[in-house]
């Protein structure tokens, strides 16, 4: 990757349900990778170069847990992020979404890159 993408910008927890159906509708069938950054296990590439197909948000009382769906017509990957704590975004100059990094209450982080549309 030629320039590094800063990631910064927190989304409010209140906000979280709203945003992961916006961002589902506007980065479907746009091409991801998801790493799992763990300072005890280390870092993990699960997926690369699959096409989003949804994220789904269930708060505390429904699940507490964000579902990252993946697969062109079916779902074909998906992972499970278990009592989010913080989503922080990444876009480009342009304000293209480029990544988000997901904290969980065990402390792993789940990155996920978006290529470029």
Do not use: C
């Amino acid at each position: 990757m030629t320039n590094k993408i800063k990631i910064n910008k927190s989304v409010p927890r209140e906000r979280w349900g709203e945003f992961f159906d916006q961002f589902s509708d506007g980065n479907r069938g746009r091409h991801i990778a998801i790493e799992i950054i763990n300072s005890e296990l280390g870092d993990a590439e699960l997926i690369k170069n699959a096409p989003l197909m949804a994220m789904v948000y269930d708060p505390p009382g429904k699940g507490d847990d964000l579902v990252i769906e993946v697969g062109k017509d079916v779902v074909t990957y998906a992972h499970t992020i278990d009592s989010p704590t913080e989503i922080l975004t990444a876009q480009d100059s342009n304000g293209v979404m480029m990544a988000l990094r997901i904290s969980d209450a065990a402390g792993t982080q789940t990155l996920i890159k978006l290529q470029a549309s």
